[in-house]
């Protein structure tokens, strides 16, 4: 499926991953008013990545009805990614999420480089266990919490999970930044943002790997995921599912259908019928 932030916001860029064959629909993180993000620029390629500092815009939680509405025929399990800055506000947009049709929630607890958000709740334990409490204990559909590269990562997986969390989704940008050499001043208007794309890809690989490790539980891999051997490692180290984000902006949505049939296509050549035979599979040896 599509990353979160990546083509979900507007209708036709979300019908266009749909027929590349999306899995599911992932939106923008949306919170409860409208943001309308930091001065440019907001992304800059970088070798080997994507560096961005958005800053969550987004038309708030007014205009997730509408738009759920407009792709519902499209007959995917829409995701809709929340983001807020206490407990209370994401239980608030979560239920709103499931009212407006979502197939789940995802919490984005990582976002790194939004004030008093994302990242700041994801990196303390507490704070990720009363935020996926609010949320799960508010919503019947499945709760995801997304989750950034902290120095405990494993143990705030633990908590969200332990508080009612389905599922996780790992990981975010990671906090980054790049300077003009001769304008002498960071390069993305906001200053510091978040790198993708493959230059994370082995951090995100880690990450899903240990926290498989130590839960087995259910997780999305997301990061630097951009042909089915990026997938496939993904899903070896204990993914169930992969999410595509930069990839798809700088190849397009077809990259997914791509990935796609060439995990069909690796899964004959190791002789597995399913991608569930291979979860994991990593951890054996
Ligand atoms: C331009 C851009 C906007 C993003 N917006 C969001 C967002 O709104 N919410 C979120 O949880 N992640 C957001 N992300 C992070 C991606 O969902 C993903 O976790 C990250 O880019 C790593 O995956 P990738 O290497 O495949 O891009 C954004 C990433 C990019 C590049």
Redesign the pocket.
Known sequence: MN????LGSRPEALERLARAGSAALVT??FTREPRSGYPTPI?VPIPQG?L?A?G?SNPGLEALPGLLERIRGLGKPVIV?I?GSTPEEFAEIAAAAEEAGAAAV?L?L??PHARGRGLEIGMDPVAVREVAGAAASTVTIPVLA?LGVVDRLVEVAGKALEAGARGLVL???IRAMAIDVYAMKPVLGHGVG?L??PA?HPVAVRAVYEVYREYRTDIIG????EDWRTAAEMILAGARAV?????V?TRGETVISEIVQGLQKYLQEVGATSIQDVVGAAHKN
């Open positions: 990353a979160s932030g990546i923008k993180s992304a994507l961005n958005v969550l990614s983001a995802e984005n990582s976002c997304k990981i975010n940008t978040g993708s794309g994370i997301v990061g630097g995921v999410q595509v984000g930069t990839a902006i």
